[in-house]
């Protein structure tokens, strides 16, 4: 016996063809879902962001928080300006206050024993100020002070002793 087989092409080709169709319909649903996750990650992030900075609002929409938001960053920048006008005015006020301090102890006469007279210079920032000067003596201690203007004394001329203290006062590094 024997028995033919007739294979119809046409009928194979279309299966191949919905074969292929539904490849290709897996590959899209794959790619759908794949992004369909990753939107979700990112829709997730999104929210829990927006639930943060929404948690303590009472109900406020979120124009009107970022509103608020505006007006405070606002308002910082002049309390910022004006913080920055009173450190300015605060730094220069401090230049006239006692920055610099020189002492330096000696013995002026001979007759005595050791450095018990002193001067003490006390200047600013721009080296103005005094120059006090302790002289010991057997008989008694004699004060004497001079004002200093700019680092140069202006009523009376400076001794040596006194220049020097004035001196070291004026190279103390800040």
């Not at 004002?147 to 590094?173: F, Q, W, Y």
Request: aromatic share 10%; with cysteine; charged share 25%.
């Amino acid at each position: 016996m024997s028995s033919r087989y007739t294979i119809d092409t046409m009928a194979v080709k279309r299966l191949v063809l919905i074969y292929r169709f539904m490849q290709v319909v897996w590959v899209i649903i794959t790619v759908l879902c794949l992004w369909l996750v990753i939107i979700t990650f990112f829709y997730w992030k999104l929210y829990t962001h927006y639930t943060n900075i929404t948690k303590d609002v009472n109900g406020q929409s979120l124009f009107a928080v970022l509103e608020k938001l505006v007006r405070d960053g606002d308002i910082t920048k002049k309390d910022i300006a004006l913080l920055r006008q009173t450190c300015d005015r605060i730094e220069k006020e401090g230049r006239l206050h006692i920055q610099k301090i020189g002492l330096l102890r000696f013995n002026p006469f001979k007759d005595t024993g050791g450095d018990q007279s002193f001067i003490l210079s006390l200047v600013d920032g721009q080296n103005t100020g005094v120059v006090i000067s302790g002289l010991y003596s057997r008989s008694g201690t004699r004060w004497y002070a001079k004002k200093v203007v700019e680092g140069n004394s202006i009523d009376h001329e400076l001794s040596e002793e006194e220049k020097r203290a004035l001196k070291e006062a004026t190279h103390i590094k800040k």
